[in-house]
């Protein structure tokens, strides 16, 4: 299908398309350009740098009022990549400075270049956790903290680089120098298979990195009592200790597995003989039944939707995932540190799966393709790191007319936008999903390997559960946040505006209740930049509305709700530096201004953080307003100037709303997560609300599916003899006259009797006085 948009080319790419790789390496090029032969630069990323917003929504509504690709091109913004790399010097080679540059790519020009302040840590790139492995390899530190071991004949030892969770500076904020820590375990090489799983074998012990000098510093050792035992390791004895005497291996792959594979599940074919109907254009649009939208791919977000629109109206501008941290609950130092955020400390985009045909997606898929940044910014291929397919969904809608027995059932279908990240134990599948009604559901799967760590055998924790004799499962929380960057119906900036509707029980009044049955619907449109927590008792819905549209029909504005269940916020007390780090994991919803490139829940640098920096908090402090009603009272006399501390760095105003919406996975582990997990699954949905003037998906067809077989069951070849003889009584309309109507133009037509009582009787019960009558 197309609608005829022009898509773009090569010579004339889209705003929104990403980097081609002549760009992606003149990006580099230029940035390259601007230091000497005493700096060498390491590049963390290169990507497109989004057009700002002032000057794409002309070039969009221009594009979809069919402006001619020339013309169009004419008014495009500049094609900008975003490079962020670490400059380092032969003087001080110890010395990373994290530069963020964004450079035109058509004119060369550096619009602009910001180091960032040396305190901060940069995110670790897959080639950084890389190097972590070696470093203990050559410490002394660490052979010495082995040495306490003894390990079974066989077995080798493997290393999960992660962040080093937060601060631990003094409180006078002393820095610390950018560190790296590890989870260290072991690994049976005698099976001789490199995927027989080490997460059964825990080591209590963390290294720790500086990351400057490539050193292990220190080398925790890691308490590994049960309830009772107390905050603190217990000390080291004279003699190493044997571990994992009856530990069990724990393993998952097929080839490895002490129990048969199931030899009982046939063959489910996802059989499309004509294709699939989505089409999938090069430059990242991609058209679907009435949706139409632009994917692309960053090295922090992973897939990202823009300009997502339906049947020709405008419904989002942006839906990205911003942030997800896991804070884990177990108090016994250093596990307070373990504590990531996988947006801002890796970025899930870096950890995509190159995922294979037939596996992760079912029927005709596409994938997308994408790239990332070496180490020296050329541009390393990201294959297949996003998939699109479409898959049923059930019954969209059906109804069945009980007097008539005709159903009209038309089937749901999804098309799916996929990509799936390994964090080193962990999996998350994400998703974006749309459906022939005009919703997306946005669903995020947790699976892979629980997050293990040691525990004397035959012990038990409150920190945790006992997933395998020896290990220890602790329990943490997922904290997600989705960015939805709204356009219902409209780019303009005022247009749209955000909506918290709940439904209110209401007190027995005489006059206005006399029942008590009646509850009021109560709508306050979000003024100023806020924060709201989820509230089901009173069903409090956030929606997405135009403030000038309003439905023919129903009188209300157009919009879209968001429904999201009510999940639990973050359990870390709020002093807690987890806490700090993640102001945005403790509240639902947030409503924040709109600012070009604050993409970011938890803010940009995550990495060791002692607190959000740029976050939703920072952004609902500077205060902006949506509407005049939101404005803030003008300042006093005398105290018009300043204000805008470190973390405000722009004045506070009218802004259009952008709306994050916060969801979490308490996981307190279960037996069953082990040694794999069967996927966690969150779903939230943004529906129309009385974005249209009716069901939208009444003209699906009801195609009766001529694959579809029947399976009998237990050699019972008889079939209900009424199938519809569990329904309500069936029967003829009633003439308008006998139902003491006026009819225009006088004389209805009359009835036998005998139909009369046909109506008025169940089918059931007149065939039973017939027989009666034969007796
Ligand atoms: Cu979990």
């Known amino acids: ?116 302040k040396s305190t901060s840590k940069p995110y670790f790139t897959p080639g950084e956790f890389a190097l972590f492995q070696d470093a203990c390899v050559e410490s002394p530190l660490f052979k010495d903290a082995m040495d306490e071991f003894v390990l079974p004949e066989g077995f080798s030892v493997t290393i999960d680089p992660w962040p080093y969770g937060g601060f631990d500076g003094n409180e006078k904020g002393e820095d610390t120098p950018r560190y790296m820590q590890g989870l260290v375990f072991a690994r049976d090489s005698s099976r001789n298979n490199p995927d027989s799983n080490h997460y059964a074998f825990p080591i209590p012990i963390i290294p720790v990195m ?37 530990s069990k291996h724990a393993e998952y792959v097929p080839e490895l597995l002490d129990q048969p594979l199931r030899q009982d599940l046939k063959p489910l074919n996802i059989v499309q003989p004509e294709g699939a109907s989505f089409t999938a254009h090069p430059d990242g649009l991609i058209e679907w039944q009435k949706w139409r939208f632009r994917l692309t791919f960053t090295p922090r977000e992973g897939a990202v939707l823009h300009d997502v629109r339906y049947d020709h109206r405008p419904i989002l501008y942006r839906l990205s995932y911003s942030e997800l941290t896991v804070p884990y609950g177990d108090p016994r130092p250093p596990f307070h540190r373990k504590h990531a955020f996988d947006f801002g400390d890796g970025g899930v985009g870096r950890a995509a799966n190159n995922l294979e045909l037939g596996c992760d997606c079912l029927g005709a898929i596409h994938y997308l393709d994408s790239h990332l940044a070496a180490a020296d910014g050329s541009p390393a291929p990201a294959r297949s790191v996003v998939c699109l397919h479409e898959q049923d969904g059930g019954i969209l809608w059906k109804h069945t007319n009980f007097r008539t027995s005709r159903a009209v059932v038309a089937r749901n279908r999804e098309l799916v936008v996929q990509f799936i990240v390994t964090l080193a134990n962990y999996e998350y599948v994400f998703a974006y999903k749309f459906d022939l009604a005009a919703g997306i559901t946005i669903e995020t799967r947790a699976t892979g390997v629980l997050s293990v760590v040691a525990i004397d055998e035959g012990k038990t924790s409150p920190y945790g559960n006992v997933v395998a004799p020896g290990v220890l499962a602790q329990n943490h929380q997922h904290i997600f946040a989705v960015r939805i960057d709204p356009a219902v119906d409209s780019y303009a900036e005022g247009d749209t505006r955000v909506v918290v509707e709940e439904s209110v029980p209401q007190k027995m009044d005489p006059g206005t209740n006399p029942f008590g049955n009646y509850y009021r619907i109560e709508r306050n449109p979000v003024e100023r930049a806020t924060w709201l927590d989820a509230e089901p008792r009173r069903n409090r819905t956030i929606k997405l509305e135009s403030a000038t549209k309003t439905n023919p029909i129903s009188g209300r504005n157009v919009g879209y709700k968001l429904v999201s269940p009510a999940t639990q916020t973050m359990l870390a007390d709020e002093n807690s530096v987890n806490s700090r780090r993640a102001p945005f994991a403790h509240h639902s919803f947030w409503v924040t201004g709109y600012r070009d490139g604050e993409l970011w829940a938890a803010g940009e640098l995550t990495n060791q953080s002692r607190e959000d920096v740029g976050g939703v908090g920072d952004m609902v402090r500077r205060g902006d307003w949506f509407s005049e009603d939101g404005a803030p009272p003008p300042p006093a006399p005398g105290n018009e ?23 979490g996975l308490t996981h307190n582990p279960r037996v069953e997560d082990w040694p794999v997990m069967p996927v966690e699954i969150h779903q939230m949905h943004l529906r129309p609300a009385d974005f249209f003037t009716s069901n939208p998906a009444l003209d699906v067809p009801s195609t009766r599916n001529d694959t579809s077989v029947l399976v009998q069951c237990c050699g019972d070849k008889s079939a209900q003899q009424d199938p519809l003889s569990h329904l309500q009584g069936t029967g003829s309309d009633i003439d308008a006259k006998e139902a003491g109507a006026n009819v225009e133009g006088g004389n209805g037509k009359g009835e036998g009797n005998d139909a009369k009582l046909g109506r008025r009787l169940s089918r059931a019960l007149t065939d039973l006085l017939k027989l009666k009558g034969k007796e």
Not at 644 to 658: E, F, I, L, T
């Open 1 to 116: 299908m197309s609608t005829g948009f022009s898509s773009g080319s090569e010579a004339h790419p889209h705003p929104l398309s990403p980097l081609s790789e002549h760009e992606f390496r003149k990006a580099r090029d230029i940035v390259n350009g601007l230091y000497g032969a005493d700096s060498t630069l390491f590049f963390r990323a290169i990507s497109l740098n989004e057009p700002r917003k002032t000057e794409l929504v002309p070039y969009l509504e221009a594009e979809h009022a069919g402006v001619a690709l020339a013309e169009l091109t004419e008014r495009r913004p500049p094609r900008e990549a975003l490079v962020e790399y670490d400059v380092i010097t032969a003087a001080a080679p110890l010395l990373h400075e994290y530069t963020r540059a964004v450079v035109d790519v058509e004119t060369a020009r550096v619009v602009s270049r910001k180091r960032a």
């Open 210 to 246: 500086d990351w400057a000098t490539k050193e292990i510093i220190r080398v925790d050792r890691l308490a590994t009592g049960g309830a009772g035992d107390g905050l603190e390791p217990a000390s080291r004895g004279d003699h190493p200790r044997q571990l994992f005497q009856n």
């Open 641 to 663: 100037g300043g204000g805008g501390g470190d973390h405000q760095p722009d004045a506070a105003r009218r802004s259009g709303p952008v709306l994050w919406s916060v969801f």
